[in-house]
């Protein structure tokens, strides 16, 4: 394993940050830490990075413990903050020149590689001051991997870009994860289907799902849409004990259907529909995509 998260708790005064969390992350797997804003994943990754000390439990960097093994561990491990760590007054290739002293190794030629491979040439010239937003970012993953980890944990890597600098930091993390483990936080849904391999599911410490998305889909379970001629009908079905379903109203004769189950309720309502003579004017089976998942896990929908 790359990364073993073991019983982390952390506690700020009378909040519970993360309540005795457990995650283990393979060799090369890109993982989005998805939740709401509190739901405790930037503590989650400043824990795993030795940044921030946990209340309990402890955390395991390629078999080395990020407490008793602490340099060892943050060696192998590439860190982009929320808030980019830059100094906007030096250049780019002086700035991330200094990061290479840091780790100690051969400044010009590592440089000169990550400069290439962040796509950063057109702008290495430049103090950092003047980039765009999308090159600041791509400034902070530069020094993320200029130590060549072995795991690369970023948080929030495209909040306040435009799209064309999310999809362009998106091909670059997907570039990273060829042969890096990568984890990344993120608010954005498209962003777990565009990249990830893994998505974890957290909120207010705890985590709610942890797989790819196709199987936490089938585990949260099934819906449709209905459209009813007459709004009576819907009270008939949703007296239906079989549907082990929720309903809920989403427009002018419409509801949506929400079920424990995975099974696709469409012709099990038909079925009742025709024996009850109800009127049904459409049927929809709703993807449970990862938008919807999330809903389902983090408001009860």
């Given at each position: 394993?790359?990364?073993?998260?073991?019983?982390?708790?952390?506690?700020?005064?009378?909040?519970?940050?993360?309540?005795d969390v457990t995650v283990e992350i393979g060799e090369g797997e890109i993982v989005g830490l998805l939740g709401p804003n509190g739901a405790g994943k930037s503590t989650l990754m400043k824990i795993t990075t030795g940044y921030l000390a946990a209340d309990a439990g402890h955390v395991e960097v390629?078999?080395?413990?990020?407490?008793?093994?602490?340099?060892?561990?943050?060696?192998?491990?590439?860190y982009l903050p929320e808030h980019n760590p830059l100094y906007p007054d030096m250049y780019v290739r002086e700035y991330l020149t200094m990061v290479a002293h840091l780790y100690k190794i051969n400044a010009p030629e590592a440089v000169a590689e990550i400069i290439e491979r962040t796509g950063l040439t057109p702008e290495s010239h430049k103090?950092?001051?003047?980039?765009?937003?999308?090159?600041?970012q791509r400034v902070g993953i530069a020094q993320a991997l200029i130590g060549n980890p072995k795991v690369v944990i970023l948080?929030?890597?495209?909040?306040?870009?435009?799209?064309?600098?999310?999809?362009?930091?998106?091909?670059?993390?997907?570039?990273?994860?060829?042969?890096?483990?990568?984890?990344?936080?993120?608010?954005?849904?498209?962003?777990?289907n565009a990249i990830c391999d893994r998505v974890i599911i957290?909120?207010?410490?705890?985590?709610?799902?942890?797989?790819k998305a196709a199987a936490i889909a089938d585990k949260v379970g099934g819906g449709m849409a209905v459209e009813v001629l007459f709004d009576k009908d819907i009270d008939v079905i949703s007296a239906e004990k079989q549907l082990n379903a929720t309903i809920t109203p989403i427009g002018e004769h419409e509801y949506r259907v929400e079920s424990s189950q995975s099974e696709d309720l469409r012709a099990k309502t038909f079925n009742y529909a025709v024996t009850n003579n109800l009127v049904i004017l459409s049927l929809l089976r709703t993807d449970n995509n990862i938008e919807s998942i999330f809903h389902k896990l983090t408001r009860g929908l």
């Open positions: 394993m790359s990364v073993r998260i073991l019983n982390i708790s952390k506690t700020y005064g009378r909040q519970k940050a993360l309540d390629c078999g080395y413990d990020i407490d008793t093994e602490p340099v060892r561990a943050r060696s192998l491990i590439g103090k950092i001051a003047s980039l765009s937003k999308g090159y600041r948080d929030e890597p495209t909040t306040g870009l435009d799209p064309n600098q999310i999809d362009e930091i998106r091909a670059l993390i997907r570039e990273i994860g060829r042969d890096k483990t990568v984890i990344l936080s993120t608010h954005l849904m498209q962003e777990v957290i909120d207010k410490g705890h985590i709610l799902a942890d797989g």
